[in-house]
């Protein structure tokens, strides 16, 4: 996805939540001096291929109950704790996207093993990007943004963990994209993270027109689903 493309949806999200555009983007170069400091070669885009289908698995209740699906696809990226559940479960895990807010040792694991971890940059987490990013192996990190990219560090497109993950996929050659472990509706979240999840709904739904691909888990929502900016 072109950053033309995006930014009118990124600056939408900023004013509803309203976040700091320079916030961001001095995480984002928070970010990008850590990789460049490491002396190591992060990942591109580009370095990814995830062809067939692709499970993009949500951190919800319901996952547990759903990796057969994930079992089933080609490749599986996995949003932020998605991948520990995966992992504990016997699925393996083809690339984490995650902003380090849960189980950042996965993370570490996961690119000491030569996984692939999209690691993304906000303006509330570079407490944590300055603790974990030195730990990882940078030969295994893609590193990214929602504000404008400024390579290494890229933009694929999405705001929470879970979408990015389906941007990033369909960005890597994703053929089909399904999603064991997504609730829109879930009611133990907090009230941000419930208005998050409606922003995820309706990035979903951008995402499958742009694909011309219809997702199982928008089946009946999509007459509810607010159209972007």
Same mark, same amino acid.
Request: charged share 30%.
């Given at each position: ?27 984002? %170069? ?105 730990? +990882? #192996? ?20 999405? +705001? ?9 996929? #369909? ?7 399904? +999603?064991?472990?997504? #609730? +829109?509706?879930? %009611? ?42």
């Amino acid at each position: 996805m072109l950053y033309d493309e995006w930014e009118p949806v990124y600056a939408a999200i900023l004013s509803e939540f309203g976040y700091d555009r320079a916030g961001d983007e001095r995480v984002r %170069d928070r970010l990008r001096a850590l990789v460049a400091d490491d002396g190591g070669d992060p990942l591109a885009v580009d370095d990814l291929e995830f062809g067939g289908t692709v499970a993009v698995c949500g951190a919800a209740p319901t996952l547990r109950a759903e990796l057969d699906l994930a079992d089933r696809a080609d490749r599986v990226v996995a949003a932020s704790g998605a991948a520990a559940v995966c992992s504990e479960h016997g699925v393996a895990v083809d690339c984490m996207v995650t902003d380090l807010d849960k189980t950042p040792d996965t993370a570490v694991a996961l690119t000491d093993a030569g996984v692939p971890v999209a690691v993304h940059a906000h303006g509330d987490n570079a407490a944590a990007i300055d603790r974990y990013v030195p730990a +990882f #192996d940078t030969a295994s990190v893609l590193p990214t943004t929602q504000a404008a990219p400024t390579p290494p560090v890229c933009n694929p497109g999405g +705001f929470t963990d879970g979408d990015r993950a389906a941007f990033l996929a #369909d960005a890597c050659g994703a053929d089909e994209l399904v +999603f064991p472990g997504w #609730d +829109f509706d879930d %009611d133990a979240v907090t009230p941000e993270k419930s208005r998050k999840l409606r922003w995820a709904e309706r990035l979903l739904r951008w995402l499958e027109l742009r694909r011309d691909e219809r997702f199982r888990i928008l089946d009946g929502r999509r007459g509810r689903i607010d159209p972007l900016p």
